[in-house]
């Protein structure tokens, strides 16, 4: 789990606790790609903040802004969350990410492809599960809230632990 490399596109609300959630589970590698102006809400519980600000903390997980190669492998060693300025996803070709989770919620796709890694994730609507991504996560308030969605089952089904290892090993 150490070597895993996760690229989330987007360091807002909802990026920012999908990377804090990595991140307590032993997933150290990740790098959060954000726009040049965040649009964040809660900000103080959001890691785009590091945009602005160099670093920013949240729950005891840090994130650090840094540029380039060198400087997220740097950032990687102390123990941080990389945030890196790059509204297209350039870093992506740079990086063999074992998962890309795009959590942009842009309600649209907006340029998320299969090609990208072994996993893709999506967070809201606009993917379609097998055609954008390998899954979605349901991200609207109600009792769907954070249910998986497979190519094979389009309704939400209910996520297990059961369920996430047999995806994890499907897609590695």
């Known amino acids: 789990m150490n070597n895993i490399i996760v690229c989330i596109k987007g360091a807002g609300e909802m990026a920012s606790a999908v990377a804090w959630r990595l991140y307590m589970a032993n997933i150290r590698k990740i790098i959060m790609l954000e726009s040049p102006h965040p649009l964040a809400v809660r900000r103080t519980v959001s890691f785009c903040e590091a945009v602005f600000c160099g670093t920013q903390t949240v729950e005891n997980v840090s994130a650090t802004l840094c540029n380039d190669v060198e400087g997220i492998h740097r950032v990687w060693q102390k123990g941080n969350i990389a945030v890196s300025v790059d509204p297209t996803w350039h870093m992506l070709k740079q990086f063999k990410a074992d998962v890309?989770?795009?959590?942009?919620?842009?309600?649209?796709?907006?340029?998320t492809t299969m090609s990208e890694a072994p996993l893709l994730v999506g967070l809201g609507p606009g993917f379609i599960a097998g055609a954008d991504v390998h899954m979605v996560i349901e991200t609207n308030r109600?009792?769907?809230?954070?249910?998986?969605?497979?190519?094979?089952?389009?309704?939400?089904?209910?996520?297990?632990?059961?369920?996430?290892?047999v995806i994890i090993k499907k897609g590695f």
């Open 100 to 111: 890309v989770v795009d959590a942009i919620l842009a309600k649209r796709n907006l340029g």
């Open 142 to 165: 109600g009792h769907n809230l954070g249910r998986v969605m497979y190519p094979d089952r389009q309704s939400p089904i209910p996520a297990s632990p059961d369920q996430s290892k």
